[in-house]
């Protein structure tokens, strides 16, 4: 063999060796990616279905668990009770938590939202779609109040403390 054959052949080695560090490496940033394990301190789900989904107004109940500026900020039927269309209306809503963060002893849980008002023959009336959403919420002995919503909407970004 001449020295240039031997040099291409330990050139190739050589960036074959690299590409494989370099996708393996790519498979771990994936993986890390992929397994990400947001912050969960409380779960409000329920909570932030009740919000928007609640046909029953703004009552004692509701108010044990929100202000009434989340409930009117969020309740659908208040929202769309003034569209023409055939009644008794039909909530969809479907959430995605993204992550949550505790500061200054209230949490922030952050979530995307889909939401659909079908009308009584089931047609789509409105709709929303990915919607950025962050809950104020306090805890205090196990009970869960929302304090405050923002939704950011018109490409507002949601701000990186939230994230």
Known sequence: MHDTEIDNIDSIRNYSIIAIILIIIGIISLYNYVSYDHNKYVDINSLVNKAYTSSKGYDSDMAKYMSKDVYNNSNSYSAYKDLD??????????????????????????????????????????????????????????????????EYLYRDPVPKIYR
Do not use: C, W
């Not at 949550?100 to 009336?125: C, P, R, W």
């Open 85 to 150: 269309y055939k009644k008794p209306i039909k909530l969809s809503l479907k959430l995605t938590e993204i992550n949550q963060h505790k500061i200054n002893g209230k949490i922030f849980a952050y979530m995307i939202y889909d939401f659909d008002v079908l009308d009584a023959t089931g047609k789509s009336v409105a709709g929303s779609r990915r919607i950025p959403v962050v809950f104020t919420v306090r805890e205090t002995n196990g009970n869960l109040y929302i304090e405050d919503t923002h």
